[in-house]
């Protein structure tokens, strides 16, 4: 099994479309990542590069939402450091079932006390512009959770329901923050279980590419910090006729005129069971 990925692990993600874990990363990268997350959200980018996905800064940043940044591994070290990490590329491989994985995307997510919530969503509804349209995660708390607090939160085996034609989804701040799902969950004749992840900081869960999940308004008076890991298979490919779909008209940007190819300069493949790993990424923290 992979790195972080026992039996019972891997049963969890397959019956439940999820799985919670209580250690992924030490208590000092958490610490060390709490001073990455305010220089990141005053625009202080180590590296020079900007994430690909700017939609909170002091300053200009709506104080009642989420703060949130996707790509931060291209504009902090450390950052990288975590989120390109075999250990979590190989968890992630084997959960997904795929030959191997390659980074997609992270969040850096921060939500203060009384921040408002991140609509339900299924991560596979926006990635047209890939295939396989698959994608797998990796959510670590930056802080102990409670149901309080807002945590990532699943609806149990939503990664079964049907995929044809999902409601509109709505991520930042939305008044009813489980509409969505709820509507899928009635077209679907069930009663949705939602579980929310409580652990200690620098836990987490893994859960599958269409399972539903969201989080709810920040009502303790706690910080919620997050750093999420989105992989897709080492084997994607870039699909064109769905570049305009989802958030493809980001992402996409990074596909060459003549080929599919997701190069591995934007794309960096993190573990593969034959042994490949993109050259010139940074080792994982000790
Ligand atoms: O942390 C959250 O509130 C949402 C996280 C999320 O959407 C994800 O991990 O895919």
């Known amino acids: 099994m992979g790195a972080h990925v026992t039996h019972e692990i891997a049963a969890g993600f397959d019956a439940d479309g999820f799985a919670v874990v209580d250690?992924?990363?030490?208590?000092?990268?958490?610490?060390?990542?709490?001073?990455?997350?305010?220089?990141?959200?005053?625009?202080e980018f180590e590296t020079g590069v900007?994430?690909?996905?700017?939609?909170?800064?002091?300053?200009?940043?709506?104080?009642?939402?989420?703060?949130?940044?996707?790509?931060?591994w291209r504009a902090d070290r450390l950052v990288a450091s975590v989120v390109l990490s075999p250990a979590l590329g190989e968890s992630l491989a084997r959960l997904a079932g795929w030959p191997g994985a390659r980074?997609?995307?992270?969040?850096?997510?921060?939500?203060p006390p009384g921040a408002r919530s991140v609509g339900f969503h299924r991560d596979n509804a926006y990635l047209d512009w890939y295939r396989p349209r698959e994608m797998a995660t990796c959510w670590i708390a930056l802080d102990p959770t409670s149901s309080s607090s807002g945590p990532v939160a699943f609806a149990r085996g939503s990664h079964r329901?049907?995929?044809?034609?999902?409601?509109?989804?709505?991520?930042?701040?939305?008044?009813?923050?489980r509409a969505a799902m709820d509507d899928a969950a009635a077209v679907e004749g069930v009663v949705p279980d939602v579980v929310p992840v409580e652990v200690p900081a620098g836990g987490g869960s893994f859960h599958?590419?269409?399972?539903?999940?969201g989080s709810d308004v920040n009502r303790s008076d706690v910080q919620r910090r997050a750093l999420v890991?989105?992989?897709?298979?080492?084997?994607?490919?870039?699909?064109?006729?769905?570049?305009?779909?989802?958030?493809?008209?980001?992402?996409?940007?990074?596909a060459r005129p003549d080929d599919d190819v997701m190069d591995e300069a934007h794309f960096p493949v993190l573990w593969t069971a034959d042994g490949h790993r993109t050259p010139g990424l940074p080792e994982p923290p000790a």
């Open 208 to 213: 599958h590419g269409w399972t539903w999940h």
């Open 229 to 254: 890991v989105h992989c897709a298979s080492s084997d994607a490919r870039f699909h064109r006729p769905g570049f305009a779909e989802g958030n493809g008209p980001v992402y996409s940007r990074y």
């Open 23 to 43: 250690r992924l990363v030490s208590d000092e990268v958490v610490v060390a990542l709490h001073d990455r997350f305010e220089r990141l959200f005053r625009g």
């Open 103 to 111: 980074i997609i995307q992270d969040n850096v997510l921060w939500k």
């Open 161 to 177: 329901w049907s995929t044809g034609a999902d409601p509109a989804m709505d991520f930042h701040g939305p008044d009813d923050h």
């Open 50 to 72: 900007a994430p690909d996905e700017v939609n909170w800064q002091e300053g200009t940043g709506d104080p009642a939402l989420t703060r949130q940044l996707c790509n931060a």
